[in-house]
């Protein structure tokens, strides 16, 4: 183990709790590593955290590498951990885990970087908005702090999505809110997501599980399957066709709801319909949100969709609210910490030194 002025002892503590993730060996030069990133202030390079941590004079930079490229160590199975730590520090007993789900692109250059390709980038200027580079579809739990009246996400699995590869950015959703799930077994979970994820893949998600989700415009929506006639053939799967979010919003009743989102209480305007989006999660039966700003009679200005039947409009367009925060945290891990500035290119290094960096954000707030 490192001296104690090489690693702080109050976050010795907090990475001991991950130690089972780790060979002894191995856990040392992790935790020499997420001091490293916390404390440099140059580049998030796998040398600079070598430097942040003031052990390049100590440590080959080869230590540093292959902790990246070839040791024991699994991203997913340290994601388990630190989601189990998230929730005994900073979640109520036995309240519901509010999970967001997004993707973002990390820019590289060079044909023989793993993953990298040209892809959608929501931060890409220009109206084309792509870039070239890596993507990673992240997974996090959101969490109150004493200290800030907006909600945090705290990051706990993150996985490389190849363009040509076997899973989309929903099927790989879905694999890792399926994991989450089997990890937290006992709890309530209520996924939020923008309009990039819906379909196949979510139709079959576990009972404690929600998913809510912004709905495209162009999405059709059905009447639930009417009862059987006991004529032969098979009985119909959907009812009539209700219409586009904008066709509805022409026929539902918008009513007044005070709903606290984005740190503030506001008065907004909403319309709630149980139906079926049959092209998405098939004949399982979803709530449809309406929201409008103001008084207008015409339209709309958001349209939710949850799997969620219990929850009314209010908090479902707050908890849809609470998925701005996982753009925040990808904006303070790539400015504080430099998450995607290291530029290693095989495969395992790629698919785990991403993941690494957004797991020492959510280690440094539990800290």
């Known amino acids: 183990m490192l001296p104690d002025p090489t690693v702080p002892a109050s976050l010795l503590a907090v990475l001991g709790a ?3 993730s780790f060979t002894s060996p191995t856990f040392s030069t992790f935790a020499a590593l997420v001091t490293g990133l916390i404390a440099n202030t140059g580049r998030g390079t796998v040398t600079g955290m ?3 941590a003031n052990l390049t004079r100590h440590w080959s930079h080869d230590r540093a590498h292959s902790f990246f490229a070839r040791a024991r160590w699994d991203p997913q199975t340290l994601g388990a951990s630190l989601s189990h730590l998230v929730v005994r520090s900073l979640v109520p007993d036995g309240a519901a885990l509010t999970v967001v789900v997004d993707d973002t692109l990390f820019k590289r250059r060079g044909k023989k970087v793993f993953g990298a390709a040209w892809q959608h980038d ?19 739990l959101v969490v ?14 993150a996985r490389l999505r190849r363009p040509k590869g076997e899973q989309t950015k929903v099927e790989l959703a879905a694999s890792m809110i ?57 009985p119909r799967l959907k009812g009539d066709r209700l219409g586009t979010p904008a066709e509805l919003a022409a ?19 909403t319309a709630e319909a149980t139906c079926l989006w049959y092209g998405s999660f098939h004949t399982q039966t979803v709530k449809l949100v309406l929201l409008r700003e103001d008084v207008t009679d015409t339209g709309y200005d958001l349209a ?9 409009a ?40 991403v993941p690494f960096g957004l797991y020492c954000y959510t280690i440094t707030v539990i800290w």
Do not use: K
């Not at 931060?123 to 890596?134: F, M, N």
């Not at 709905?215 to 059905?222: D, K, R």
């Not at 606290?260 to 305007?269: I, L």
């Not at 367009?317 to 095989?346: C, H, K, P």
């Open 314 to 353: 209010g908090p479902l367009v707050a908890r849809y609210a609470s998925r701005w925060s996982i753009e925040v945290t990808f904006g303070e891990a790539r400015s504080l910490l430099g998450v995607g500035q290291a530029r290693n290119r095989t495969p395992r290094a790629i698919e785990r030194t």
């Open 304 to 312: 939710l969709v949850s799997t969620d039947l219990t929850a009314s």
């Open 50 to 52: 070598l430097l942040g």
């Open 18 to 20: 991950l130690r089972g």
């Open 178 to 234: 399926r994991f989450l799930a089997a990890c937290h077994w006992g709890r309530h979970i209520d996924v939020v997501a923008d309009a990039a994820y819906h379909g196949r893949a979510l139709r079959d998600l576990p009972v404690s599980v929600t998913f809510t989700t912004r709905l495209p415009s162009h999405a059709v929506l059905y009447a639930l399957a009417p009862p059987p006639t006991g004529r032969r053939g098979r």
């Open 144 to 157: 109150d702090l004493p200290f800030l009246a907006r909600p945090v996400c705290l990051p706990v699995a």
């Open 122 to 140: 929501g931060s890409a200027a220009g109206r084309d908005g792509i870039g070239y580079g890596t993507c990673f579809v992240v997974l996090g």
């Open 251 to 269: 026929t539902l009743t918008f009513t007044p709801q005070t709903v606290t989102r984005y740190g503030r209480t506001q008065t907004v305007f």
